[in-house]
């Protein structure tokens, strides 16, 4: 029977979705919305009309069986079918957190899980000065992994942007798989994270942001994706120099610092928000002149928030045999480099606790152009991704 629907599952994708289908698409999975109808017109289909009872149990079977990818495409696939079909995977799969998976493009958006780790690694392009963020698959340090996201550097005068996205061949604010960027100061100590959604409800635009009438009723607002910032990463000068490992800290102004605690909860989000691109194909995208606009926006949304995650890079020790600086990566890293780190919650008031001794990330060279990154909760692989990336931007003061 579950050998049946797949084979049904198949040709009824192929035969109403063609080359366009992706599995990472978020028309696909994850909206509700107008350009929804283009895959809701099998719901009529006989795959949307099989008893709802009959259809859960199948759906919970395949879920079960087909956990690692890439087999695990064919959970994205059955929510693909129609809106029934992906309501009940959207109810049987668990977000990250509970489950430890990546399944949807959201959960690159969603908090690691708490008890574990979620293994990734990361492959950088000197050439296209673009970085690629892969989900392992096996053990090996470096294998061919399932992409979760990508990033391109783009140098700017003041300071450098780094592009990020779902989609490898699609890394432009403009585009539909754009969900953030990472801004840094001219001396490259400074970072600031922006995310392409609203990092909580109630946040209202700045009254200096203006509007764009496009129609008689209609009114867009100049506002480009990626006004939010969600974290702020700065590096300080070393007494050491280049002999000792760099000094970071990260505000992650939308998580709680209670999030680490027991028992304690860090910003969900369930839906990849919607581009104006897709709302309102036939109108013009109306963009920011300046970064000015967008830079006092973010300012002005996020302002930094008592009681916000500290995170600082864990400590080495100063290794006698080696005469170097170490830190124990059980394994995930084999090649000395001031990139890596590990960082770990800063205690606002008080002794540190055990919570403040868990490794939240670590990042760490392997290869010429290759690098581990591990990360739990509360930060999700989007955050951690860009803090990895302030990493390779050039040091100037430090």
């Given at each position: ?393 050039t040091k100037i003061a430090c």
């Amino acid at each position: 029977m579950e050998d049946t629907i797949n084979k049904g599952l198949k040709k009824g994708i192929e035969y109403k979705i063609g080359r366009k289908w992706r599995s990472w698409s978020r028309r696909v999975v994850h909206q509700d919305n107008c350009h929804m109808m283009r895959i809701d017109g099998m719901e009529q289909s006989c795959w949307a009309n099989m008893p709802p009872e009959l259809l859960r149990e199948v759906l919970i079977k395949l879920e079960n069986s087909e956990s690692e990818w890439p087999k695990r495409s064919n959970v994205i696939n059955c929510a693909g079918v129609c809106k029934s079909w992906r309501d009940i995977m959207k109810e049987i799969v668990k977000i990250p957190e509970l489950s430890g998976k990546i399944t949807f493009p959201i959960s690159v958006k969603q908090p690691g899980p708490r008890e574990d780790v979620i293994k990734c690694f990361i492959k950088r392009n000197r050439t296209m000065q673009t970085y690629h963020l892969y989900l392992s698959v096996t053990d090996a340090l470096a294998d061919n992994g399932k992409l979760l996201l990508a990033a391109r550097k783009c140098r700017q005068t003041t300071c450098n942007d780094y592009i990020i996205s779902l989609q490898a061949n699609e890394m432009s604010k403009g585009c539909s798989a754009y969900v953030g960027k990472l801004r840094s100061n001219f001396l490259g100590t400074k970072f600031t994270v922006f995310d392409s959604q609203l990092p909580q409800s109630g946040v209202k635009m700045m009254k200096s942001c203006s509007a764009k009438i496009s129609g008689p009723n209609q009114v867009l607002p100049r506002v480009s994706a990626g006004n939010y910032a969600v974290a702020h990463i700065s590096y300080e000068m070393n007494v050491l120099g280049s002999r000792g490992p760099r000094k970071m800290l990260c505000v992650m102004d939308t998580i709680p610092d209670s999030a680490i605690r027991l028992g304690g909860v860090a910003p969900t989000p369930t839906e990849l928000p919607i581009s104006r691109s897709e709302l309102f194909p036939m109108l013009p995208l109306f963009r920011s002149k300046s970064n000015h606009v967008e830079d006092n926006l973010s300012t002005a949304l996020t302002s930094p928030t008592p009681g916000s995650l500290i995170l600082k890079n864990k400590s080495p020790r100063w290794h006698e045999q080696l005469q170097c600086w170490c830190l124990n990566f059980h394994g995930r890293v084999t090649v000395a480099s001031v990139k890596n780190f590990q960082l770990v919650a800063s205690p606002e008031d008080g002794p540190p606790g055990p919570e403040h001794e868990k490794v939240v990330l670590q990042f760490g060279k392997v290869g010429k152009d290759v690098f581990t990154m591990d990360y739990c909760y509360p930060i999700s692989a989007y955050q951690a991704f860009a803090i990895c990336l302030s990493s390779f931007d050039t040091k100037i003061a430090c």
